[in-house]
């Protein structure tokens, strides 16, 4: 009787082991096969965070001691330009970073000043038009647009500008739009990245303004009725806003702003901006394909 009982006990055992063994395999080949159709194999995940680590080192390594905002303003007379060859290093690593994560769902608008700085555009556009690639609506209208404008909310004034209220009024104007906070993110597949800064003078004036993040890595802005640039306000190439040289008010007399609050980034879906995000990029002087291979074309930004 205790024999026939222990024979039993032994065939459940296997019976559950060999149950579990099962159900393991088969989520784990569930899992593999759903991997596999997303474009995610474990070799391209491990890709991704060894690409994602070196373009946080590389970044770091260039911001560090360099474009940090507050050693700017002490040592703007021997503050450098960040060696081409590491800004050329960024480039290549974001490029290779959206590649493997992407494919060819990469919609990250492309840094085209000649499209950008004709005349009208740098008339009637502003920073904000910019960031959010509206430049035929910012041309054929009165005034430049404003956040919170396509939504009809209250226009902004001394009462309500705050970054509480430039936030909301951006996430309404553009749904999908997500607000990340002050850590840098990379953007995903179908989207880009903003980052809003504000300024309030101690004359009581305020202002607010935003770059974006083009397909090389870098970044551009539109600073008020100038052209489209990809350098901050010490002539230097803008590695991250937020520790770009941002003060636009460097003497008393100059009457520009000071935009010393930073805000935050945005990731912004590529959805209704996807039209002018490929009319842009259509105009680059390179492919996608030639812009990850040719480091002419990203040594070009530097004189534009």
Wanted: hydrophobic content about 30%; charged content about 25%; glycine content about 6%.
């Amino acid at each position: 009787m205790n024999t026939d009982i222990l024979y039993i006990i032994v065939v459940l055992i296997l019976l559950v082991g060999l149950i579990l063994w099962y159900v393991s395999t088969y989520h784990n080949h569930n899992q593999k096969q759903h991997d596999k159709h997303n474009g995610h194999s474990v070799d391209s995940i491990r890709r991704q965070e060894h690409l994602n680590k070196k373009y946080n080192t590389i970044h770091d390594e260039l911001t560090d001691g360099q474009h940090r905002r507050e050693t700017l303003l002490s040592e703007k007379a021997t503050d450098r330009q960040p060696p081409i060859h590491k800004m050329i290093q960024l480039s290549h690593v974001y490029q290779q970073t959206m590649d493997e994560k992407c494919g060819d769902r990469d919609f990250q608008p492309d840094f085209n000043p000649s499209r950008m700085n004709d005349r009208d555009y740098i008339k009637y556009s502003n920073c904000f038009a910019f960031a959010f690639m509206d430049r035929t609506k910012s041309i054929n209208r009165k005034g430049k647009p404003q956040p919170g404008e396509r939504s009809g909310l209250p226009p902004l004034s001394k009462h309500n500008f705050n970054s509480k209220t430039l936030i909301e009024y951006t996430l309404t104007d553009y749904p999908g739009t997500k607000y990340i906070g002050n850590m840098y993110e990379l953007p995903d597949c179908d989207s880009y990245i903003v980052a809003l800064v504000i300024a309030k003078m101690p004359d009581g004036r305020f202002d607010y303004h935003w770059y974006r993040q083009d397909s090389n890595g870098w970044w551009s802005h539109k600073p008020g009725s100038s052209p489209v640039t990809n350098r901050d306000a010490s002539g230097k190439l803008i590695v991250d806003p937020k520790l770009a040289d941002r003060d636009y008010n460097q003497s008393p007399n100059d009457g520009g702003f000071d935009y010393d609050e930073f805000v935050g980034y945005f990731k912004v879906p590529v959805g209704m901006m996807w039209e002018e995000i490929r009319a842009n990029n259509e105009t680059t002087r390179h492919s996608f394909i030639e812009r990850h291979v040719d480091t002419t074309y990203v040594a070009s930004s530097f004189v534009n």
